[in-house]
């Protein structure tokens, strides 16, 4: 339960300052390793899953620290699964089941793969947690005073500096501007789509479902993932659509 003193009706910058510092203290050496001294990167004994793992919960490890550290100031209305449990779990594992249905190529495994994928989903499901706890899970709510269009702005811009070392990597300065021209707006754009489908929902899950679709779409643009990502669409729509409104305050735990 929160803390019965009452929340704050402004922004308390002091929040959203620690839950970044704290997520970039975390991830931003992770990146490093990875994105400029990749040789470490994959000498360290650790399994790939489990370093991306360690990577992407910077965020998250952030996100649970500062709901604990300002439990008595931060209006909190977005939980893991929101008022909808079972709701915001078919929002993520109906059109993975279809995707394990259709099947990934996948050279790495020899062709193409089905069971893999349900193996994908839940490695997916749990890196984007760490990263949506910390975006939509804690600061969507800190910021809320702001309104929209500059909470989604500034929400993007610091999901965007989390990324520094992956900005960065292998570009001269002429390439990292191009590449800042189109990946700023995009993050800002993916910030607004996604806050709105969590605020309709109030789930973190939610906003890990469009996320990793996000990811899926980047890294395996088949045929199959964008059939399959059209005709989940529609059926986002429709449960985003029909989700039962959530009380303006929750106060239930993650």
């Not at 009452?6 to 203290?25: I, M, N």
């Not at 679709?213 to 029909?242: T, Y």
Request: aromatic fraction near 14%; charged fraction near 15%.
């Amino acid at each position: 339960m929160r803390d019965a003193a009452a929340p704050s009706t402004g922004v308390h910058w002091r929040a959203v300052l620690t839950v970044f510092v704290l997520a970039c203290a975390w991830s931003w050496p992770w990146f490093w390793l990875r994105d400029m001294q990749p040789e470490l990167w994959r000498g360290l004994a650790l399994p790939h899953p489990l370093k991306n793992l360690l990577l992407m919960w910077g965020p998250g490890i952030a996100a649970l620290v500062c709901l604990r550290l300002f439990r008595a100031t931060h209006r909190r209305t977005v939980t893991l699964g929101g008022e909808r449990w079972r709701w915001a779990l078919a929002f993520y594992a109906v059109p993975m089941a279809a995707l394990a249905a259709v099947g990934l190529d996948s050279p790495e495994f020899g062709g193409r793969v089905h069971a893999m994928v349900g193996v994908l989903a839940v490695i997916g499901l749990l890196n984007m947690l760490g990263e949506e706890l910390g975006w939509r899970g804690f600061l969507q709510d800190a910021l809320r005073p702001l309104g929209r269009l500059p909470r989604y702005t500034l929400i993007g811009l610091l999901w965007a500096a989390w990324h520094f070392t992956n900005l960065f990597a292998g570009r001269d300065a002429g390439e990292l501007a191009v590449y800042l021209a189109w990946y700023l707006p995009m993050t800002i754009l993916l910030s607004a789509l996604i806050g709105e489908a969590t605020d309709r929902s109030r789930a973190v899950l939610v906003a890990a479902t469009l996320h990793a679709w996000v990811n899926l779409l980047w890294e395996f643009a088949q045929p199959g993932v964008f059939a399959v990502f059209a005709a989940a669409l529609p059926f986002w729509a429709v449960l985003l659509w029909r989700w039962p409104r959530a009380p303006a305050d929750v106060t239930a735990a993650a």
